[in-house]
């Protein structure tokens, strides 16, 4: 089992972890607070995680939106997990991304995670 030792993100200061995940603030934040939460065991999906760890990396979250609620005052949260490269993502390290998001930040913020391709839905028509 790969442990975190073997992870791009071991080096990184961390927000707060518990069994089988830690946080820690995006090095290319997007936002103020912007935050991942990591397993601890390296594993590229997060589907790849047996359902302890998946259940820890979803409590952490919890947690996390806590601390940045209290450090940061953000008006709302968008979540995201770029799951294979075809999906955006660079580290085959899986982690879930917290995007604090503040009022003012976007002309339009509704649709939020659907913007990430253009919209072909029809869903703010």
Do not use: W
Not at 62 to 68: E, G, Y
């Amino acid at each position: 089992m790969a442990l975190i030792e073997n992870s791009p993100f071991f080096d990184k200061e961390q927000i707060a972890e518990n069994k089988y995940a830690f946080a820690i603030y995006d090095g290319f934040p997007i936002s103020k607070g912007h935050s991942l939460i990591i397993p601890k065991r390296v594993v590229s999906s997060i589907f790849d995680l047996d359902d302890e760890e998946y259940f820890f990396l979803f409590k952490l979250t919890k947690d996390v939106k806590l601390i940045l609620k209290n450090k940061f005052n953000p008006d709302a949260f968008n979540f995201g997990i770029n799951d294979g490269e075809k999906a955006g993502q660079t580290i085959q390290h899986a982690h879930l991304h917290i995007i604090p998001r503040y009022r003012g930040d976007l002309p339009d913020p509704r649709g939020g995670v659907r913007n990430i391709l253009p919209d072909i839905s029809g869903y703010l028509k």
